[in-house]
């Protein structure tokens, strides 16, 4: 076995399916492990630590649903692809929701596969970044989030805080990066050698929430064959990580304050207390003071919960930052499809630039590999699915003032009022560009020549951010 050569376990009771599985992954350079049932893989996961796990959904005893648990709770590092027949693939989504990196439908192609597990692959580095001695926490958050000012903000209140026990909110909204805060704060606190356990409060049924903080006893319920711990039992001297705590039932609200105060927690069916030592960290897309205001949180949760707040801006209000990620995410894309895409045209860096971005970076990094995928060595504007925006301070509605018929005819008041609105569009371009004319000129798809005439016709003259 080559040194550095990555691992694949792939997990499924259909042997020809699993053979076909492997092969395929010696063909593109990845060692294999096979295991044809849900108790199978989790008894080859003690003595096999895989880069990247293959694991079919329907299979007997164990199935698929139950090993993506397992492993988000005890190696949530290592991404995960479920199998999953057409019929299931709304059940596979509810997966996902839970932490699957992606799922391939039956029947699939060789090279579905292989663009998924590409992908996959790439992403497990992402996160194995941190872990590296020679990166530091510091530049791995700024490799991972960009260049930005608000980026070094972040990056000095993670410091602040990190080295302490307090409990954090992450605020941010959805695909913002929370999560790659919540993680730099754990690789940098004195508990980064216990394990850090993320759960998403919204992908978990109100039904199964308590189930999964605080585990249970067998019998403990219908269904309840095995004693299973919690979240708070597994991350047991380490940090748990609840995203979307906003989702929280009320009721799990109380019992969750009372976890905090005692510090023991209680199994479903149980009554005998175990005592926990976790730093909690919890992230929100909702504003958490505005819930509390609406009497959807409790206020003494909230109180308990934020001892310190990061906040993490979205896409659109750091733009600066989108440059970098979008040549990162390139590369990466590269990688996974052994392109050699290096260029985006400034179109595209623009059309990228003046986009709202709503789904954050997590939306721009789908865009980028889509984008790759169908350039072939340059992305333009064309390659984006996105449509640009309109630029902030460039929508305006034009007005006619007073009466002008009376002194002039409908040709003469068109003409005048087209002119005010061209030198009106003109100075806000400018603006926007602060006096680049180049870039005015591309941003009004007009030439070079054509911007310095109008400039000129309508007397406008650009001098210190300012004009005259």
Not at 368 to 382: G, H, S, Y
Request: proline share 5%.
């Amino acid at each position: 076995m080559q040194k550095n050569k990555r691992t694949v376990l792939v997990v499924d009771d259909d042997h020809d399916l699993n053979l076909m599985l492997c092969t395929l992954m010696e063909k593109i350079g990845l060692t294999p492990v096979s295991a044809y049932s849900g108790e199978m893989a989790l008894e080859t996961l003690s003595s096999v630590n895989p880069d990247l796990m293959l694991v079919d959904v329907k299979m007997p005893g164990i199935d698929g649903m139950e090993v993506l648990k397992w492993v988000r709770e005890t190696a949530s590092h290592v991404p995960v692809i479920l199998i999953t027949a057409y019929a299931d693939i709304p059940s596979a989504v509810t997966a996902m929701r839970a932490g699957a990196f992606d799922y391939l439908a039956k029947p699939f192609n060789h090279g579905e596969v292989i663009q998924v597990v590409r992908a996959a692959l790439t992403e497990g580095e992402r996160y194995r970044q941190p872990h590296s001695q020679e990166i530091s926490q510091d530049n791995c958050l700024r490799i991972m989030m960009g260049p930005s000012d608000a980026v070094t903000h972040i990056i000095r209140e993670v410091n602040r805080v990190a080295h302490s026990d307090f409990s954090v909110i992450i605020q941010g909204e959805t695909g913002s990066g929370k999560e790659l805060v919540a993680r730099a704060i754990y690789k940098l606190s004195p508990r980064a050698q216990a394990p850090f356990i993320p759960l998403d409060c919204g992908a978990i049924p109100e039904s199964l929430i308590e189930s999964e903080l605080f585990g249970y006893q067998k019998g403990a319920f219908t269904g309840a064959a095995i004693s299973k711990a919690g979240k708070f039992e597994a991350a047991q001297g380490g940090t748990l990580f609840l995203d979307e705590i906003s989702n929280l039932p009320l009721g799990s609200q109380a019992k969750l304050l009372r976890v905090l105060q005692e510090k023991k927690v209680l199994r479903l069916g149980s009554n005998k207390p175990i005592k926990i030592d976790v730093r909690l960290i919890t992230a929100s897309n909702q504003e958490l003071q505005a819930m509390v205001a609406a009497g959807q949180m409790r206020e003494d949760l909230f109180f308990r919960l934020n001892d310190f707040t990061i906040s993490v801006p979205p896409l659109r209000q750091r733009r600066e930052d989108i440059p970098y990620l979008a040549k990162r995410f390139i590369d990466l894309t590269n990688k996974e499809l052994q392109k050699n895409v290096q260029q985006l045209t400034e179109d595209c860096i623009e059309a990228l630039m003046s986009y709202n971005w709503p789904g954050n970076v997590r939306q721009l990094r789908s865009v980028i590999r889509r984008a790759v995928l169908l350039a072939d060595k340059v992305i333009t504007e064309k390659h984006l699915e996105i449509k640009r925006a309109p630029v902030p301070g460039l929508a305006f509605t034009p007005r006619v003032e007073g009466a002008p018929w009376e002194d002039m005819s409908l040709k003469e008041i068109v003409h005048r009022s087209t002119c005010t609105v061209e030198r009106e569009v003109l100075i806000q371009a400018l603006k926007y560009t602060k006096g680049n004319k180049a870039k005015a000129a591309r941003l009004l798809q007009i030439d070079y020549k054509t911007i310095h005439t109008k400039l000129k016709q309508f007397g406008i003259k650009w001098s210190g951010g300012n004009y005259d």
